[in-house]
């Protein structure tokens, strides 16, 4: 068994993605369930300055648990930096975190392990924003960014979005078809899916604002859908999580059309937000597990101790 009492944990928060004060809210929150399990704790605002960084894990943490969001923080870089220093780290490796976060490869891998996701193309950024590129209605988004920032959905080909003039998330985007209907999310722990959860935005599409801004969007757990169809979303969200290579906990952000019953991926968070707005805690309090026990087996799963606080009988399949 872990002492947890000489057990150092480093919460790694902030960055300097877009994402940062939503790193920030989840680090804080993280680091306070930490506390209260009675492990040691060291937050880390993470910067640019890899040097500050690694004095600021010396002596080196027995695990970290890493709260990033964004580019540099769940894109495989800051994983590598860790294997690197030898440090045990929560959320899966450097390559399933690349993989994740890059939309493109991602949905190759998808249609190659016959997981359903949206027909998509890649195309330059001034090309998205100059031209219809798809039946509408489709989406434009960053390839490789997360929370819904840079994302449009394009209604009318003779109303394109006006060509963003501060847009900073590359040369090259994702054009991609709009399915209508459900927003979902389904929690992923370990080897076993643990509930889907719908969103319904109360205007407009599930972006930014809709995430973080608490009355914006309205939550329903379990996802209102028949129940087949939830349990093959569950089936589908891990499979997506194993083709990536994922470990420990994840989220699989899908669209569920109603009218068919079609599921499809849009993408694996290899990294899901743990603020008091965010998904996964919300999923694994409804099946049964407190947010402490889900840090908890985050960190023991990160250990390698092959000890787990949360007993398997536990996850729910609905």
């Not at 390839?143 to 979005?161: N, R």
């Amino acid at each position: 068994m872990i002492d947890k009492k000489t057990t150092t944990v480093a919460v790694l928060m902030g960055g300097w993605s877009g994402e940062r004060e939503v790193s920030l809210t989840s680090g804080e929150q993280t680091a306070l369930a930490v506390e209260s399990l009675g492990y040691k704790v060291n937050r880390v605002d993470v910067t640019r300055d890899l040097s500050k960084l690694i004095a600021q894990l010396t002596p080196k943490p027995d695990v970290i648990v890493n709260i990033l969001h964004g580019q540099w923080g769940e894109d495989g870089r800051i994983q590598s930096v860790l294997d690197i220093l030898d440090i045990p780290y929560t959320f899966s490796g450097h390559t399933a975190s690349a993989l994740a976060m890059d939309k493109h490869l991602s949905k190759q891998i998808f249609v190659a392990s016959g997981i359903p996701t949206p027909v998509y193309k890649v195309v330059t950024f001034e090309e998205a924003f100059a031209t219809q590129q798809m039946s509408v209605p489709y989406v434009i988004k960053p390839i490789a960014e997360g929370s819904s920032l840079g994302v449009y959905i394009v209604h009318d080909p003779k109303t394109l979005p006006h060509r963003p003039a501060d847009w900073t998330y590359g040369d090259h985007v994702m054009v991609e078809e709009y399915i209508p209907g459900m927003e979902i999310s389904v929690a992923v722990m370990g080897d076993r899916a643990l509930g889907a959860l719908e969103l319904a935005p109360k205007e407009g599409f599930y972006d930014y604002q809709a995430k973080y801004t608490d009355g914006k969007t309205d939550h329903h757990m379990p996802a209102r859908m028949p129940e087949a169809d939830y349990i093959r979303a569950l089936e589908i969200a891990l499979k997506a999580h194993e083709a990536l290579t994922c470990k420990g906990v994840s989220r699989t952000d899908i669209r569920y059309n109603t009218a068919t019953g079609e599921l499809y991926v849009l993408e694996v968070n290899t990294q899901p937000g743990f603020t008091p707005l965010s998904i996964v805690p919300e999923i694994a309090a409804y099946v049964g597990y407190s947010f402490p026990e889900l840090v908890d087996w985050m960190i023991q799963d990160a250990l390698k101790s092959g000890v787990s606080v949360i007993p398997m009988a536990k996850a729910a399949s609905a």
